[in-house]
């Protein structure tokens, strides 16, 4: 199940990233959950509503770690955008429920630039 888990999530993200969410749609839960920024929605259709406003194709994201347990699968990525100068590390944690994703929580940092003092040096 948590490999099952694993690639509907990693579906999921190819799909969003093609701008493709009618292919998409059937891997998320109609009362779908989104917890992060800047979605803050409770259905599927609303989270696709937000998803068209944003340039999901010029994304670019470094998947770093996926790890499934049981029905939640948290990936740990670094996006950027470089388009408006956007570089974050990006932490999610997707739930399934009845063999679709049901909901998003994520977690985002900015990553410092590399000429940026280190902030821990001393420590």
Same mark, same amino acid.
Request: aromatic share 6%.
């Given at each position: 199940? #948590?490999?099952?888990?694993?690639?509907?999530?990693?579906?999921?993200?190819?799909? #969003?990233?093609?701008?493709?969410?009618?292919?998409?749609?059937?891997?998320? &839960?109609?009362?779908?959950?989104?917890?992060?920024?800047?979605?803050?929605?409770?259905?599927?259709?609303?989270?696709?509503?937000? $998803? &068209?406003?944003?340039?999901?194709?010029?994304?670019?994201?470094?998947?770093? &770690?996926?790890?499934?347990?049981?029905?939640?699968?948290?990936?740990? #990525?670094?996006?950027?955008?470089?388009?408006? !100068?956007?570089?974050?590390?990006?932490?999610?944690?997707?739930?399934?429920?009845? !063999?679709?994703?049901?909901?998003?929580?994520?977690?985002?940092?900015?990553?410092?630039?590399?000429?940026?003092?280190?902030?821990? $040096?001393?420590?």
């Amino acid at each position: 199940m #948590s490999t099952d888990n694993k690639n509907k999530v990693l579906t999921c993200l190819e799909l #969003s990233g093609k701008g493709d969410f009618e292919a998409m749609a059937p891997l998320l &839960r109609e009362d779908y959950v989104d917890h992060g920024l800047p979605f803050r929605t409770s259905t599927r259709a609303q989270w696709i509503a937000v $998803a &068209r406003e944003l340039p999901f194709p010029e994304m670019q994201i470094d998947i770093r &770690r996926l790890v499934a347990e049981g029905d939640y699968v948290t990936m740990l #990525s670094r996006r950027r955008l470089p388009t408006v !100068g956007l570089d974050i590390a990006v932490a999610d944690v997707f739930r399934l429920q009845d !063999g679709l994703i049901a909901e998003r929580w994520e977690v985002v940092e900015p990553v410092p630039a590399p000429d940026a003092p280190d902030p821990v $040096a001393g420590l």
